[in-house]
């Protein structure tokens, strides 16, 4: 009984290689992870082979209960036993597999165990196939939410499995064969079972830790690498991606191109593979113009022109944006053996990331375009407003004071300077805007001596930066709206100062006759075409205040029959003199 156990074990040790080999492929975890007709089909041809396997590797019996140990047995005398690991691979494939892939597994054993002994010991087949069944459904049963049952349970039923197996050679064999074999097949089948569950488990638990630690490596490596990639796939962006892909990373290389040149290359190599020069790598090439990512385990496959380049091995991905591929990611070994899974598994999830990146830079980048253009379409609304009155004021003046229409002219012209100057502009510093206000009320107050009074209180630099046409429009509207019926206290006051570390406050209020509720419920939201001034130019501001720093910016309005004024919140910005100073 000894020496068998000792026969078996050595049996068993073999099938552990095996499985051992069979759990380090990519393509037997997959296998595994999700129960599907196509891995269950797989799983019962890969099992097939084990128990065909372990049938073939099996110890002789003799009807004297003489232990023989071929290399392989082709074939068995009826009268002659075997002792085997052939319930154990039954066993695991239940387990692995399910009661399906179980009794499939255990009909080709058992079919297999009765052709080659001379047609003989049919029960085997029965047993094998019941074996297959039973654990199966157990298995499943007692296995709950996750992917295996716990070791206790595997090794009950790799226990009850071989005692299954007893009872059936025992009722037809004889059960002095089964005092020889029951122990060492009970003991190696139970042990065995556990090992190969436990070899499955630890496996994919190191897979998911590694998986993890990958992830965690992606997310900071994409934190670092999300400004740069947002302001487009260019030289400077691409030189601190790959100095930071180096960093934080154990490759000797990394390199970034575009579809036609190199735009960074960080680490060996960097001697001659040179940003803003042609891409030299025959690799490179081909994923470029194929899109698919290529890997190369040696200089040749790499493709390099140069002959003392020290790259051995690479990895190299696309970089896509709406399924057109921009450019490449590329990281390079000095040595072929670095290039293992945990780095293909990493660069990929770089090249998606990456690749999303690069997305968001240009959505970002065309809405950013869009703004722009609205915006000074919206500047081009803005000054027609005033031009006509303006000409309107200087034609009056000509009839009645030359040397008021002569300042007139001057002031139009001071205001027409920082009309075009600002509107080059989508923010201009106070100073600037003031002088703007200043040239209107000039130009008013020439037309309707001291009618509007406009006073200032301003507690910030007069270097902050303020949305081009903001003080005018209000004042603007101020004057032409606020006032009507009134005589006199046409007074206008324009207030900015801190709000907070992070906003200025601008208010702009006026003494006059108020809003009526019909129009000041329709104000910002859409022009009103009812009243005698559209709100075009108020709605259009408070668009541009929404689009340049959000919702928090948008106009706020109070008015009553004793006045209105109308708050912005402004975020904090100064002029390059300013910072510089």
Aim: aromatic share 10%; proline share 3%.
């Amino acid at each position: 009984m000894f020496n068998l156990l000792i026969l078996l074990a050595e049996r068993l040790g073999f099938i552990m290689i095996l499985a051992f080999l069979l759990v380090n492929t990519s393509f037997f975890r997959n296998l595994i992870k999700k129960r599907t007709h196509k891995s269950q089909f797989w799983l019962v041809v890969i099992f097939s082979i084990f128990v065909i396997i372990s049938n073939l590797t099996g110890v002789e019996i003799t009807n004297s209960k003489e232990v023989i140990m071929p290399i392989i047995i082709t074939k068995l005398s009826q009268s002659y036993s075997i002792a085997n690991t052939r319930t154990l691979v039954i066993t695991t494939a239940s387990l692995t597999g399910g009661a399906g892939v179980g009794m499939l597994v255990g009909l080709i054993g058992g079919l297999h165990r009765f052709i080659f002994s001379n047609f003989s010991d049919s029960f085997y087949i029965i047993s094998s196939v019941l074996i297959g069944f039973l654990v199966g459904k157990i298995g499943d049963r007692v296995r709950g939410k996750q992917l295996y049952p716990d070791i206790f349970w595997v090794g009950i039923l790799g226990l009850a499995a071989e005692l299954i197996q007893m009872t059936f050679i025992g009722i037809f064999r004889g059960f002095d064969l089964v005092k020889l074999i029951i122990i060492p097949m009970g003991l190696l089948n139970t042990v065995g079972s556990c090992l190969f569950i436990e070899i499955l488990k630890t496996y994919m638990s190191n897979e998911r830790q590694l998986r993890a630690v990958q992830t965690k490596d992606v997310l900071e490596l994409t934190n670092k690498t999300l400004p740069y990639f947002r302001k487009g796939l260019d030289l400077n962006s691409a030189k601190h991606v790959c100095e930071i892909i180096k960093k934080y990373t154990n490759f000797d290389a990394v390199g970034i191109t575009d579809k036609v040149n190199v735009l960074a290359h960080v680490g060996a190599g960097a001697d001659h593979h040179i940003a803003t020069e042609p891409v030299l790598t025959d690799l490179s090439k081909t994923v470029i113009l194929t899109g698919k990512k290529r890997l190369a385990y040696s200089k040749g496959e790499i493709g390099c022109p140069h002959a003392n380049c020290p790259l051995a091995a690479a990895i190299v991905v696309p970089l896509q944006v709406n399924q057109q591929t921009i450019g490449a990611l590329k990281v390079y070994f000095t040595d072929p053996e670095k290039l293992t899974v945990v780095e293909k598994n990493l660069v990929d999830g770089l090249g998606t990331i990456f690749s999303g990146q690069l997305a968001i830079g240009i959505a970002e980048e065309q809405s950013s375009l869009i703004k722009e253009a609205e915006i000074r379409a919206l500047q081009g609304q803005i000054s027609p407003h005033f031009f006509f009155n303006a000409l309107n004021t200087i034609a009056a003046l000509m009839r009645v004071d030359v040397e008021k229409a002569r300042m007139a002219v001057m002031q139009l012209s001071v205001f027409f300077r920082s009309s075009l100057k600002n509107g080059q502009e989508k923010e201009v510093s106070l100073k600037n805007e003031k002088e703007h206000v200043d040239a209107y009320m000039n130009l008013e107050n020439l037309r309707f001596p001291d009618r509007f009074h406009l006073e200032y209180q301003i507690e910030v630099s007069p270097q902050v930066l303020i949305p081009a046409f903001c003080l005018q429009i209000f004042v603007e509207n101020a004057v032409h709206h606020a006032f009507k019926g009134q005589k006199g206290g046409k007074k206008i006051f324009l207030t900015i100062k801190a709000y907070n570390h992070d906003y200025f406050q601008i208010s702009v209020q006026d003494k006059g006759m108020g809003i009526k509720q019909q129009i000041l419920s329709q104000l910002l939201k859409k022009p009103i075409k009812q009243t005698n001034g559209t709100g075009t130019a108020l709605y259009n501001l408070n668009r541009r205040l929404i689009g340049l720093y959000g919702s928090i910016s948008q106009i706020k309005i109070n008015s009553s029959h004793q006045g209105t004024s109308f708050t912005v919140l402004i975020p904090w910005q100064f002029e390059k003199e300013e910072l510089s100073s």
